[in-house]
């Protein structure tokens, strides 16, 4: 069976400062893709980060980037430059069988002005 | 470029009616499935369903429970004889016309759903 594991509930990060949000996964699978999505109060899930299995290289996008641990079933989220706007949940997702994602429970990011 | 829509965004149901979600999946987009988020918990799927088929759905209670695509028109989630442990956030995803692991899944906004 797939697990995907946040640990850290809550988090906060000063205005302009980096943050790292935490997620392990385990999965037998050899093809698997993992995502970080973002729901802020709206509750709208929003793609913030996908990243291939395969692929060595750390997926980007502008501010936020992870670190993916294949050996030690870890992803991670980096947030630069922290901003006011990305106050919200954030939850990792592993997608390894052919439709069903697996959620982990969440971290709740605090931005402090 | 609509994307996912899913309607009511919020619905209020007392114990024992019913409750019917709706969604449309982003065009061209022929494969839906339903998750659900109970609160302080992350998404958990419940069915995958492709036109007219309903796929896996080992993510459904048992009871009470149904999903259906119709050839024309929006996949709807049916919950009948609500109760209060059915009140939480119900999202639609879509994706690509293969199904496969690389086709990412759009989510739409999600229904809320309320059972006093």
């Known amino acids: 069976a797939q697990t995907v594991t946040q640990s850290q509930p809550e988090m906060s990060v000063q205005e302009a400062e980096t943050v790292t949000l935490s997620c392990t996964y385990d999965?037998?699978?050899?093809?698997?893709?993992l995502f970080w999505y973002k729901q802020p109060p709206s509750r709208q899930m929003i793609l913030v980060i996908r990243?291939?299995?395969?692929?060595?290289q750390n997926a980007t996008e502008n501010r936020f980037s992870v670190n993916f641990q294949k050996a030690a079933k870890s992803f991670s989220l980096k947030i630069s430059d922290s901003q006011l706007g990305d106050a919200a949940m954030y939850f990792c997702?592993?997608?390894?069988?052919?439709?069903?994602?697996?959620f982990g429970t969440g971290t709740r990011l605090k931005v402090l002005a | 470029n609509a994307g996912v829509m899913q309607n009511p965004r919020h619905l209020v149901r007392r114990r024992g009616q019913e409750a019917r979600l709706r969604c449309s999946p982003m065009?061209?987009?022929?494969?839906v499935y339903w998750y659900r988020q109970l609160p302080e918990e992350g998404l958990k799927f419940m069915v995958y369903?492709?036109?007219?088929?309903?796929?896996?759905e080992s993510g459904m209670p048992k009871e009470r429970f149904s999903a259906e695509f119709p050839k024309e028109g929006p996949s709807i989630l049916r919950i009948q004889q609500v109760v209060r442990g059915d009140s939480a956030a119900y999202f639609c995803?879509?994706?690509?016309?293969?199904?496969?692991?690389?086709?990412?899944?759009?989510f739409g906004p999600g229904t809320r759903l309320t059972v006093l």
């Open positions: 999965t037998s699978e050899s093809d698997y893709y």
């Open positions: 065009k061209g987009h022929s494969h």
């Open positions: 990243q291939e299995a395969y692929k060595q």
């Open positions: 997702a592993c997608h390894a069988e052919t439709y069903k994602y697996i």
């Open positions: 995803a879509s994706s690509g016309t293969s199904g496969r692991l690389s086709d990412t899944q759009y």
């Open positions: 369903l492709q036109k007219e088929n309903i796929i896996d």
